[in-house]
T-cell receptor
């Protein structure tokens, strides 16, 4: 099993450009998450999904959109990149099928994004 | 705002030392997680606990629900333990599968 994979690993954008980050998991997990990690701050939840076809906003959703058309994939989109979106982005997934889950989250390797 | 506080922020130890990293949180939780982030950036889950104590190799995690506090201990520390250790909690109630993270403790173990 590959676990959780992210594409790409690195990317440099100019302000105003758009891009999509792809997260894929092969563990048949229901829940998937996108986080950003900035220096001096804890991981912050951008968006999450509790199943195929569902998405919800996290703590810092502005400037991002997501889609979960297939259970194994969770896409994070930046429509018009800004320097404030320079960060390391992590995708994660967890198994649970019930609402009050506390299952372990499995993390991808991260995508380092720089917006000039 | 529900917060997770870790201490210390940075920790340098000599190889072989016993290490303790602390985590405190503000309200009731469903579970507390300890994560390790390697220098290369990858994040792995070490423990998930809701009460008592768990042990895996040289790592021990404890939680005191009444005091809203958890500790991660590393016995006989080794340079390969150098990493950032992150505490995260699932708060009780709606959306408890969502995690709130501490800022991490950067551990450096010197040979």
């Amino acid at each position: 099993n590959a676990g959780v994979t992210q594409t790409p690993k690195f990317r440099v954008l100019k302000t105003g450009q758009s891009m999509t980050l792809l997260c894929a998991q092969d563990m048949n997990h229901e829940y998937m998450y996108w986080y950003r990690q900035d220096p001096g701050m804890g991981l912050r939840l951008i968006h999450y999904s509790v199943g195929e076809g569902t998405t919800a906003k996290g703590e810092v959703p502005d400037g991002y959109n997501v889609s979960r058309l297939k259970k194994q994939n969770f896409l994070l989109g930046l429509e018009s990149a800004a320097p404030s979106q320079t960060s390391v982005y992590f995708c994660a997934s967890s198994y649970s099928t019930f609402r009050l889950s506390t299952d372990t989250q499995y993390f991808g390797p991260g995508t380092r994004l720089t917006v000039l | 705002k529900n917060e997770v506080e870790q201490s210390p922020q940075n920790l340098t130890a000599q190889e072989g030392e016993f290490i303790t990293i602390n985590c405190s949180y503000s309200v009731g939780i469903s579970a507390l997680h300890w994560l390790q982030q390697h220098p290369g950036g990858g994040i792995v889950s070490l423990f998930m606990l809701s009460s008592g104590k768990k042990k895996h190799g040289r790592l021990i995690a404890t939680i005191n629900i009444q005091e809203k506090h958890s500790s991660l201990h590393i016995t006989a520390s080794h340079p390969r333990d150098s990493a950032v250790y992150i505490c995260a909690v699932s708060y009780s109630g709606a959306g408890s599968y969502q995690l709130t993270f501490g800022k991490g403790t950067k551990l450096s173990v010197i040979p």
